[in-house]
């Protein structure tokens, strides 16, 4: 049975993950579950996109002329860099074994759960 009514996440019909759409409890041993699951993998997509990105985003400028690459680096995409997104990587939580309250507290997201089993 899926723990997941039409009320509830609706992240396995979407590739986007809803977190306004978590259940304000969550006594559902499978959605709590899922839910622990779900977001380690986000995180992980969301350091590997940023990794992505920046590879692209040095190939799309470099044929910018040199003061509008300093523009674009220093002020539009300051945190597009290689320090920030290390930085970010060893901060978020991506293993898979990480508990749902340190996923939660991490995202401070406890303030919207009342319940957790």
């Known amino acids: 049975m899926n723990p997941l009514n039409s009320q509830d996440l609706r992240a396995q019909d979407h590739s986007e993950e809803n977190l306004e759409r978590v259940p304000i409890t969550l006594d559902n041993p499978e959605l709590y579950e899922n839910i622990r699951q779900r977001l380690p993998l986000r995180d992980r997509f969301q350091v590997s996109f940023a990794k992505s990105r920046l590879t692209r985003y040095i190939g799309e400028i470099k044929h910018f002329p040199e003061a509008t690459i300093r523009v674009l680096t220093d002020e539009v995409f300051q945190y ?38």
């Open 80 to 117: 597009l860099n290689p320090p920030t997104i290390q930085e970010i990587e060893a901060m978020t939580p991506t293993a898979s074994e990480t508990t749902l309250e340190s996923l939660l507290t991490f995202f401070k997201l406890e303030n919207y759960i009342s319940s957790i089993t």
